[in-house]
């Protein structure tokens, strides 16, 4: 019996509600320092201003920034849940606007090894996502590492964030390139959503994808979407500094602005049936194969 029929099967024995309401959406980057934390607190605060439930998933073992941007330290994460027998409703942190966040801390690393009764704990709990919000943001870490693949590999849609520095662009190929030929890769599996960050104008955002198009259209025969591009922008810095969300500190500033149209392009290709949504459907696909 593979994996994924024993999650069906756990799902099945456990009576698990398999009706998926919630938006994934994962966040990940070539590269640290281009504003993949950035992305996910702004695009989450923007969201509640649209009317919707959002909850943000911290997969950046290792890394707390979310925690600092929002100014919260959660008292328990994910392996509380794997380990601890906790449920998700009692690990998740109230940030700004009442938009809720889990550290994923070790409960990350630890999907690598969980027998049956773990993955049906789990599963269960994750589906209560269903109910508790209408998007999960997932925050990856950073780089082409295994544990980032995984997330991005397991993903309906990923935004790609980069900037026009090089290497920046580089690193974004190797993680495309890095998708494709992994074996788990599934075409038309997984939707790739690029933003440009910390770019001077539009027209420098559309310089990004352009080259980033072109590169993997050429060499991996593949597609990318472009969401838009934000702005450099000195508050926005600032805001970063003093450790704070710049919707929330400046709304009216030109990055602000950037990370309202994203959101709003967003919520768009909902209605044009673009995005997809499962919360059982990636943490099925990520455990899929272990154990």
């Known amino acids: 019996m593979d994996q994924a029929e024993n999650l069906r099967n756990v799902i099945k024995a456990k009576n698990i509600r398999t009706v998926e309401k919630t938006k994934v959406i994962t966040i990940t980057s070539g590269k640290g320092g281009v504003g993949k934390s950035n992305m996910a607190v702004n ?59 889990i550290s994923g801390g070790s409960g990350v690393v630890g999907l690598n090894n969980l027998n049956r009764e773990q993955i049906a704990f789990l599963v269960h709990n994750l589906s209560l996502l269903n109910d508790l919000c209408d998007i999960l943001i997932i925050d990856t870490g950073a780089g082409v590492s295994d544990q980032v ?86 508050q926005l810095e600032k805001a970063v500094r003093n450790q704070r969300v710049v919707s929330l500190e400046y709304p009216s500033s030109k990055a602000a602005k950037c990370f309202e149209s994203i959101a709003a392009k967003i919520l768009k290709k909902d209605k044009d049936t673009h995005f997809k949504w499962g919360v059982s459907q990636i943490f099925s696909a990520l455990l899929r194969d272990r154990a």
């Open 43 to 101: 695009l989450a605060v923007n969201f509640t201003n649209m009317g919707k439930k959002v909850i943000i998933l911290d997969a950046d073992f290792g890394l707390a920034n979310v925690e600092v941007m929002f100014g919260t330290l959660p008292k328990h994460n994910l392996s509380d849940v794997i380990f601890n027998g906790m449920s998700i409703r009692d690990i998740i942190t109230t940030g700004p606007m009442g938009i809720g966040f």
């Open 149 to 234: 693949l995984e997330f991005v590999l397991a993903s309906p849609e990923v935004i790609l964030v980069s900037t026009p520095e090089p290497s920046s662009l580089t690193d974004s190929y190797s993680l495309m390139k890095a998708m494709y030929k992994s074996p788990k890769y599934l075409e038309n599996g997984t939707n790739v959503h690029l933003v440009a960050n910390k770019v001077m104008n539009e027209a420098e955002g559309n310089a990004v994808f352009a080259k980033m198009s072109s590169v993997v259209q050429k060499f991996l025969g593949g597609d990318l979407d472009y969401l838009g591009y934000v702005s450099y922008d000195v």
